[in-house]
């Protein structure tokens, strides 16, 4: 339960975080220019803002299943392993 209320409010102030980013970027509606390796680009920066900010999320996202998963893996192989030698101790202690 803790959990899931962390991950809301975690969800809430990355949504705060966008929102004001929209909020600055809706006041400010310069045009930025961007270039890649072989084109250039005109946006208006709260579109730059807002697409920035969702792939850092994504990516940061990502990142921090890959490594959550990595442990709840390792969890689960010490876990079988603690049971095994705790059976394994206990057919010492009975013997």
Same mark, same amino acid.
Do not use: C
């Given at each position: 339960? !803790?959990?899931q209320v962390k991950s809301f409010?975690?969800? =809430?102030?990355? @949504?705060?975080?966008?929102? #004001?980013?929209? *909020?600055?970027?809706?006041? /400010? !509606?310069? &045009?930025?220019? $961007?270039?890649?390796? =072989?084109?250039?680009? !005109?946006?208006? #920066?709260?579109? =730059?803002?807002? $697409?920035?900010?969702? +792939?850092?999320? *994504?990516?940061?996202? +990502?990142?921090?299943?890959?490594?959550? &998963?990595? +442990?709840? #893996? /390792? =969890?689960?192989? +010490?876990?079988?392993r603690l049971a095994l030698a705790?059976?394994k101790n206990n057919n010492d202690?009975? @013997?």
């Open positions: 339960m !803790e959990i409010l975690v969800t =809430v102030v990355v @949504a705060l975080v966008f929102f #004001l980013a929209i *909020i600055f970027g809706a006041r /400010n !509606e310069q &045009l930025v220019t $961007i270039s890649y390796f =072989v084109a250039k680009g !005109e946006y208006r #920066l709260p579109l =730059v803002l807002a $697409i920035v900010f969702l +792939l850092g999320f *994504i990516i940061s996202w +990502l990142f921090a299943g890959y490594h959550i &998963l990595k +442990l709840r #893996l /390792n =969890v689960r192989q +010490l876990s079988k705790e059976t202690v009975d @013997a």
